[in-house]
Protein backbone atom coordinates (compact mmCIF):
# COMPACT_ATOMS: atom_id res chain seq x y z
CA UNK A 1 0.00 0.00 0.00
CA UNK A 2 1.17 3.30 -1.13
CA UNK A 3 2.03 5.83 1.44
CA UNK A 4 2.47 9.71 0.88
CA UNK A 5 3.90 12.18 3.41
CA UNK A 6 4.43 16.07 2.40
CA UNK A 7 6.71 17.92 4.79
CA UNK A 8 8.24 21.66 4.53
CA UNK A 9 6.92 24.66 6.99
CA UNK A 10 3.78 25.98 7.73
CA UNK A 11 4.65 29.29 7.72
CA UNK A 12 6.04 31.23 5.01
CA UNK A 13 6.65 34.81 4.85
CA UNK A 14 4.73 36.92 1.41
CA UNK A 15 6.97 37.21 -1.54
CA UNK A 16 9.05 34.05 -0.42
CA UNK A 17 9.10 30.75 -1.84
CA UNK A 18 7.33 28.16 -0.27
CA UNK A 19 8.59 24.67 -0.57
CA UNK A 20 7.24 21.28 -0.18
CA UNK A 21 8.04 17.27 -0.20
CA UNK A 22 5.99 14.45 -0.62
CA UNK A 23 7.75 11.32 0.42
CA UNK A 24 6.87 8.24 -1.03
CA UNK A 25 6.82 4.83 0.52
CA UNK A 26 5.58 1.63 -0.26
CA UNK A 27 5.38 1.74 -3.88
CA UNK A 28 7.81 3.23 -6.73
CA UNK A 29 7.80 6.51 -8.34
CA UNK A 30 9.22 5.70 -11.33
CA UNK A 31 6.12 3.45 -12.90
CA UNK A 32 5.28 4.65 -16.32
CA UNK A 33 1.74 5.08 -15.57
CA UNK A 34 1.58 7.25 -12.47
CA UNK A 35 1.63 10.58 -12.02
CA UNK A 36 2.91 12.69 -8.82
CA UNK A 37 0.44 15.65 -8.21
CA UNK A 38 0.42 18.74 -5.96
CA UNK A 39 -3.23 19.92 -5.40
CA UNK A 40 -4.14 21.92 -2.22
CA UNK A 41 -7.45 23.51 -1.03
CA UNK A 42 -7.46 27.47 0.61
CA UNK A 43 -9.78 27.91 3.63
CA UNK A 44 -13.60 27.78 3.19
CA UNK A 45 -13.20 27.02 -0.62
CA UNK A 46 -12.77 23.98 -2.82
CA UNK A 47 -9.44 21.58 -4.36
CA UNK A 48 -7.40 23.03 -6.62
CA UNK A 49 -5.03 21.01 -8.90
CA UNK A 50 -1.94 22.82 -9.08
CA UNK A 51 0.40 20.65 -10.83
CA UNK A 52 1.96 17.03 -11.90
CA UNK A 53 5.03 15.29 -12.81
CA UNK A 54 5.50 12.30 -14.96
CA UNK A 55 7.93 9.03 -14.77
CA UNK A 56 9.44 10.73 -17.78
CA UNK A 57 10.14 13.95 -15.78
CA UNK A 58 8.03 16.03 -17.66
CA UNK A 59 5.61 18.41 -16.01
CA UNK A 60 1.87 19.87 -16.55
CA UNK A 61 1.12 23.24 -14.34
CA UNK A 62 -2.38 24.50 -13.90
CA UNK A 63 -2.15 28.02 -16.49
CA UNK A 64 -3.08 30.36 -13.41
CA UNK A 65 -0.32 29.07 -11.30
CA UNK A 66 2.29 27.77 -14.23
CA UNK A 67 4.78 31.43 -14.00
CA UNK A 68 5.29 30.60 -10.18
CA UNK A 69 4.91 26.92 -9.85
CA UNK A 70 7.95 24.24 -10.32
CA UNK A 71 7.54 20.45 -9.40
CA UNK A 72 10.61 18.31 -9.03
CA UNK A 73 11.70 14.73 -8.63
CA UNK A 74 14.62 12.81 -6.43
CA UNK A 75 14.13 9.21 -7.34
CA UNK A 76 16.92 8.19 -5.19
CA UNK A 77 15.10 9.18 -2.62
CA UNK A 78 11.42 8.72 -3.65
CA UNK A 79 10.34 12.41 -2.84
CA UNK A 80 8.91 14.65 -5.43
CA UNK A 81 8.80 18.48 -4.62
CA UNK A 82 6.81 21.67 -4.97
CA UNK A 83 7.87 25.40 -5.16
CA UNK A 84 5.50 28.14 -5.52
CA UNK A 85 7.32 31.62 -5.75
CA UNK A 86 5.87 35.08 -4.82
CA UNK A 87 3.67 33.53 -2.37
CA UNK A 88 0.89 36.08 -0.94
CA UNK A 89 -1.91 34.97 1.73
CA UNK A 90 -4.02 34.03 -1.09
CA UNK A 91 -1.89 31.05 -1.13
CA UNK A 92 -2.40 29.78 2.22
CA UNK A 93 -3.81 25.93 2.08
CA UNK A 94 -3.41 22.91 2.86
CA UNK A 95 -1.31 21.57 0.59
CA UNK A 96 -1.90 17.52 -0.73
CA UNK A 97 0.62 15.17 -2.56
CA UNK A 98 -1.68 12.83 -3.96
CA UNK A 99 -0.91 9.71 -6.69
CA UNK A 100 -2.58 9.71 -10.20
CA UNK A 101 -3.63 6.87 -11.89
CA UNK A 102 -5.62 6.31 -15.27
CA UNK A 103 -6.62 9.70 -15.09
CA UNK A 104 -8.05 9.66 -11.44
CA UNK A 105 -6.29 10.19 -8.07
CA UNK A 106 -5.87 7.56 -6.11
CA UNK A 107 -3.63 7.90 -3.50
CA UNK A 108 -3.29 11.13 -0.73
CA UNK A 109 -0.85 12.07 1.45
CA UNK A 110 -2.24 13.77 4.99
CA UNK A 111 -2.12 17.28 4.00
CA UNK A 112 0.16 20.40 5.27
CA UNK A 113 -1.20 23.68 6.57
CA UNK A 114 0.50 26.43 5.20
CA UNK A 115 -0.09 30.07 5.96
CA UNK A 116 1.57 33.17 3.98
CA UNK A 117 1.64 35.73 6.73
CA UNK A 118 4.37 38.45 7.73
Known amino acids: QVQLQESGPGLVKPSQTLSLTCTVS??????????WNWIRQPPGKGLEWMGA???????VYSPSLKSRTSISRDSSKMQFSLQLSSVTPDDTAVYYC??????????WGQGTQVTVSS
Open 26 to 35: GGSITKSYYA
Open 53 to 59: IFSDLST
Open 98 to 107: VRGYNWGFDS
